[in-house]
């Protein structure tokens, strides 16, 4: 069996891996304004999904047999949408994405659902203010 080595200091909590997991053994809970994300110690499959979609290259495979049962266990504080108040993402992707990202606006802690709101909210207000008046006479 391959040992599974995760970074703690460049794992972010993304949860990519977990999607990506074909045996279904990396999971991922979010509880208590904390993410949690369970690795086996080792893995018995022959793929290299979780390592190929990490994007912090955060997950490594050693040959040598895995020793020991307990899980790997990572843990991670949420961040709060700034909308509604949902938990819904970890600190370290927001950092990740700061890092990376140069648009203020994308700087903006809003959930997914609340993000969705706000981009309708806007075309709305587009659609109001970007209306040309002379086709609207035409009609
Ligand atoms: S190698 Fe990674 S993705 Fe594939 S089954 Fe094992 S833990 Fe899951
Ligand atoms: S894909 Fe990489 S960074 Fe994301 S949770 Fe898995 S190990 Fe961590």
Known sequence: MREISVSVEDC???G???KACVGGV???EDREGRRYITFP???E???VACEDVCPTKA???HEER???DSPIELVFSLVRCERCGAPFTTERIMGYLESRLHDRRSRECLCPTCRQHRLCEALRGKGEEGRDPRI???R
């Open 26 to 28: 990396v999971t991922i």
């Open 136 to 138: 609207h006479q035409e």
């Open 41 to 43: 110690r080792g893995c």
């Open 16 to 18: 990519a891996c977990v």
């Open 59 to 61: 997950i490594s495979f």
């Open 66 to 68: 895995a020793t020991g």
């Open 12 to 14: 972010i909590g993304c």
């Open 45 to 47: 499959e022959s793929c």
